[in-house]
């Protein structure tokens, strides 16, 4: 996240340095726990650890937003002080830590629950401090929803080209029609299509408090202690530094990164139904979701087996996924399938020239050497390959250990996505924006 912020999701060599440097760190904040726990460090370690690096967040958020179509100056005031209000309270709560009788006041989870809600109502006002930013996503998603509602076909309409055809590549609504549901409740009622993108970052806060309850619900420390750490969790997720800009942006991977958090907690709670009418519905929306998508359904009839499930409760399952999937995909497909199919499979089938200033590896082998040695991985046939066969290596590796519930699901989808983006040609903010959801979960495992 403080590598996002700092350049945008954009490559430089400072900002790669800084990453590993915290990227160090938070491995050891929370991959190291266990470890800690037994040479006897207590729980108070980790929360210390964890408030610092939120301070930081927030710290970094104070320091700049980092939104770049500021219209309103005065909701960009009111958005600033309400981060100042969010980081004070964040620091009369860190006073648990140094003093041996802290008051009840402190200790309860009333701070982190009001420094969440102040955080939140800063996001929300980045709607109103960049109401028109000059990205195309906004306007064609936009524009895509309003057909939609309209009872049009998006995948046939033309879009406004605001680059001047500086990207190569024609302007088209290229997501899957999943996006489109989530979008109409909010356009239905004439808002912009970003507070859909801050409803659902919400909830991925929400889940990741769940998830942080659960996994510490057995640690020997009062309830205050539990419900603090779990407000805490959410708090490093709404505070990422980049978060905001990912908002003003318009960038739709939230969706999809909250289908992820949903079905490691379905994993976790045997919800079976539940995940697969998750799953059916999350490949409708953008079309690498599809990815972590095998990864749960690996999990879970993993799960089903040790629980016994029968053949004909597996059959089930996989016929709601597939009715999901169908429920939400077919309409749009039957109508035209040979515009569906131009706009989001051939598009993202033809190889598309690198881009030096993209944040992966092969640019930066490139700018090295003048020479982009490892173009073989611009045919997306080469990288499907290679991506596939990394992720069985992983799940089999993983299985073969007997990893904990939910392990092969998070890191099989950490590894695959981690390469896909480095070797990729056009990963910037909102990939790896989406990539950092992975380590939170794993650490949560």
């Given amino acids: 996240g403080l590598l996002l912020y700092l350049s945008y999701g954009r490559y430089g060599e400072p900002t790669i340095y800084f990453a ?62 309400f981060l100042y209000l969010a980081i004070c309270l964040w620091l009369v709560y860190g006073s648990r830590f140094v003093t041996r009788k802290s008051q009840r006041w402190v200790e309860s989870p009333v701070i982190p629950i009001l420094t969440v809600l102040f955080v939140v109502i800063a996001k929300a006002l980045v709607i ?8 195309d996503g906004h306007i064609i998603v936009t524009q895509a ?52 993108l801050l409803f659902f970052d919400l909830i991925i806060g929400g889940l990741l408090g769940l998830l942080a309850f659960r996994k510490f619900s057995v640690a020997p420390v009062s309830l205050s202690s539990k419900k603090s750490i779990s407000f805490s969790y959410s708090l490093l997720w709404v505070t990422l530094p980049v978060s905001f800009f990912v908002l003003e942006q318009a960038w739709l991977d939230t969706f999809i990164i909250a289908g992820g958090v949903g079905l490691l907690l379905c994993l976790f709670q045997d919800r079976f139904k539940t995940a697969s009418l998750i799953a059916g519905f999350m490949v409708t929306v953008k079309q690498y979701a599809a990815f972590y998508v095998l990864f749960a359904i690996f999990e879970f009839f993993s799960r089903a087996r040790e629980i016994r499930l029968s053949l004909k ?133």
């Fill in 313 to 445: 409760g597996i059959f089930s399952l996989i016929g709601v996924g597939f009715l999901s999937f169908s429920l939400f995909m077919l309409p749009f497909v039957l109508v035209n399938p040979r515009a569906f199919y131009e706009a989001t499979i051939e598009f993202f089938s033809k190889p598309i020239p690198m881009r030096l200033d993209a944040l992966t590896l092969r640019a930066w082998v490139a700018l090295r050497t003048g020479v982009d040695t490892l173009e073989i991985f611009s045919n997306p046939v080469v990288l499907a390959v290679v991506l596939v066969g990394l992720s069985v290596w992983c799940m089999a590796q993983l299985r073969s250990k007997k990893s904990p519930r939910g392990m092969t699901y998070a890191v099989s989808s950490y590894v695959l996505f981690s390469c896909m983006f480095l070797f990729g040609t056009h990963s910037f903010c909102n990939q790896y924006y989406f990539l950092a959801i992975w380590p939170l979960l794993i650490s949560l495992i």
């Fill in 145 to 196: 929803t309003d057909l939609f509602l309209d009872f049009k076909n998006p995948y046939t309409a033309s879009y406004p080209e605001i680059y001047g055809g500086a990207y190569g590549y024609k302007p088209t609504f290229s997501y899957w029609p999943g996006t489109l549901y989530i979008m109409a409740p909010f356009r239905f009622f004439g808002l912009d299509m970003r507070y859909g």
């Fill in 128 to 135: 109103s401090a960049s109401p028109t930013p000059a990205i």
């Fill in 20 to 81: 590993l440097a915290f990227g160090l760190f938070g491995s050891i904040l929370f991959f190291g726990w266990k470890k800690l726990s037994k040479v006897g460090a207590s729980f108070r370690i980790f929360e210390i650890g964890v408030w610092l690096l939120i301070l930081i967040q927030l710290g970094c958020l104070c320091l700049s937003p980092a939104l770049i179509y500021v219209r309103d100056s005065g909701a960009s005031q009111a958005l600033s002080s």
